[in-house]
């Protein structure tokens, strides 16, 4: 089956500690994203790739980094520059292929305790 | 800036009663406009979407019409169902509103 996976689904770490976010997709998708999601806020976007080996800063990048090596492959760092980094994160992909931009799909989420 | 702005929830509803979420939006151009559901603990899925103006968005009993005038891209529903508890995300390619939660009760 095609979709997007994300690991682990809870993460618990200490504050000052660097946590990277897994995300992976088999939907031979060109771009991918990363949102964070808290309560009562909705969806921010931190960074998005549209190519491999290019990516750009989203609305709330500080505190965060990213990588863009494989089509497949978008991990997320949140870095202990995060001032708050406690939140569920959720990572997306869509097909580029098209104008105007085609539906983002999701996957299951993380959810990040920094203690 | 581009900018979705949707309604405020919780809503809370009975049974097939009639459902609306009123969504706008602010836009250099004429985006696609989409409209997302998340169950609890889930990534977000796509419910349905329009990719120009007056076009109209349909899916499982939901619809939304973009309508280039108001800028708004409302969804509605005849009739809810209990299974339909859900929260509701407008949404402009990269930006998304703050969510509606809908419960629909027995």
């Known amino acids: 089956d095609g979709g997007i996976t994300q690991s682990p689904k809870y993460l618990f770490r200490k504050e000052g500690q660097n946590v990277t976010l897994s995300c992976e997709q088999n939907l031979n998708h060109d771009a991918m994203y990363w949102y964070r999601q808290d309560p009562g806020q909705g969806l921010r976007l931190i960074y998005y790739s549209q190519i491999v080996n290019d990516f750009q800063k989203g609305d709330i990048a500080e505190g965060y980094s990213v990588s863009r090596e494989k089509k497949e492959s978008f991990p997320l760092t949140v870095t202990s520059a995060q001032k708050n980094p406690t939140a569920f994160y959720l990572c997306a992909s869509s097909s580029i292929e098209r104008s105007p931009p085609n539906e983002q799909f999701f996957g299951p989420g993380t959810r990040l305790t920094v203690l | 800036g581009d900018s979705v702005t949707q309604m405020e929830g919780p809503v809370t509803l009975s049974e097939e009663a009639f459902l609306t979420i009123n969504c706008t939006y602010t836009a250099t151009g004429y985006p696609s406009l989409f409209w997302y559901v998340q169950y609890p603990g889930e990534g977000l899925q796509l419910l349905l979407k329009?990719?120009?103006?007056?076009d109209k968005g349909s899916n499982k009993g939901f619809e939304a019409t973009y309508r280039k005038e108001t800028t708004s891209f409302h969804l509605e529903k005849g009739s809810v169902q209990v299974s339909d508890s859900a929260v509701y995300f407008c949404a402009n390619q990269f930006y998304f509103g703050t969510g509606t939660s809908l419960t629909v009760i027995p």
């Open positions: 329009a990719t120009k103006a007056d």
